[in-house]
Nanobody
């Protein structure tokens, strides 16, 4: 079973950058679809970006051009580089793994494994 541990959150000013990392344990990491999600207070958990096992990526419209997902199959890490941060990016960010290659890749409910979350706060 894969376990996920995030790191790298914090408080930055608008326009700044942060890099989140997700370290995975377990052999099956490379076969999973990996996602970054976020949840702001009072809102549903939403997809930020997805990395498929062939390194194809998807980004939610509001983060396109600002956020970049990278995946290291050897080190079993997933990273989220966040640039030009905005106050509306404030949320708890989670990395997640989807075990099966079917279903809806864009909904949090479809993901099987979750990290503990890391707080990202952007001040204006």
């Amino acid at each position: 079973q894969v376990q996920l541990v995030e790191s790298g959150g914090g408080l930055v000013q608008a326009g700044g950058s942060l890099r989140l990392s997700c370290a995975a344990s377990g052999r099956a990491f490379n076969g999973y679809t990996m996602g970054w999600f976020r949840q702001a207070p009072g809102k549903e958990r939403e997809v930020v970006g997805i990395s498929w096992m062939d390194d194809t990526t998807y980004y939610e419209d509001s983060v396109k051009g600002r956020f970049t997902i990278s995946r290291d199959h050897t080190k079993k890490t997933l990273s989220l580089q966040m640039n030009s941060l905005k106050p509306e990016d404030t949320a708890v960010y989670y990395c997640a793994a989807k075990v099966t290659y079917s279903g809806n890749f864009y909904h949090a409910n479809e993901y099987d494994l979750w990290g503990q979350g890391t707080q990202v706060t952007i001040s204006s």
